[in-house]
């Protein structure tokens, strides 16, 4: 190939890659950014990170096939995930846990970013936060978990088909969805 059509080849994939970068989940690190500048007197200090974008969750999805049969629900529910980005964080600081709520800076932010909070649970010591965003169709794209506790704050994106996955396990197991619901 030559050196012009290979600069062409990857000034295309670069725009590719920008344009749609912008519906992507924003990073772990990012909101954990602002969660710090947002709440004062807040600091958190990284214990754990894992991000598997489309590359490693394609590696991930070609190694799991040695392991599982072609229609395994295990295998199914793997292709539905396009990217994966886990963070664990150790508080350093924090104002009383049970005096916090998700600074309305942060909601905003998200909510200009297509998403919407779907749950919000306030526990003594403990806050939960669940984001969503929908994609083509209404069909459910990406979800956002956000765990606040005394000791850690856990960070969870998840990209993908998600509203498949969901309905492929409860079709695997709907008497466990439904008494996962409750009496």
Avoid: N
């Amino acid at each position: 190939m030559s050196r012009v059509l290979l600069t062409r080849l990857a000034l295309v994939l670069l725009s590719i890659g920008m344009t749609t970068a912008c519906k992507q989940s924003p990073a772990v690190s990012t909101v954990r950014a602002e969660l710090e500048r947002q709440i004062p007197g807040a600091k958190f200090e990284r214990e754990f990170h894992i991000r598997l974008g489309r590359l490693s969750m394609g590696l991930a999805k070609k190694l799991a096939r040695f392991g599982l049969d072609e229609g395994d629900p295990e295998l199914d529910m793997l292709r539905a995930i396009k990217r994966v980005d886990v963070g664990i964080y150790r508080v350093v600081s924090l104002p009383p846990i049970d005096e916090l709520d998700l600074p309305p800076g942060l909601v905003r932010q998200l909510g200009a970013s297509g998403w919407d909070l779907l749950m919000r649970e306030q526990s003594e010591g403990e806050r939960v936060w669940v984001f969503l965003r929908s994609g083509e169709k209404g069909s459910l794209s990406s979800v956002y978990v956000i765990v606040l506790d005394e000791v850690e704050l856990t960070l969870v994106a998840v990209e993908g088909r998600l509203d498949e996955l969901i309905a492929r396990a409860i079709a695997d197991d709907p008497d466990g969805f439904i008494s996962s619901l409750g009496p």
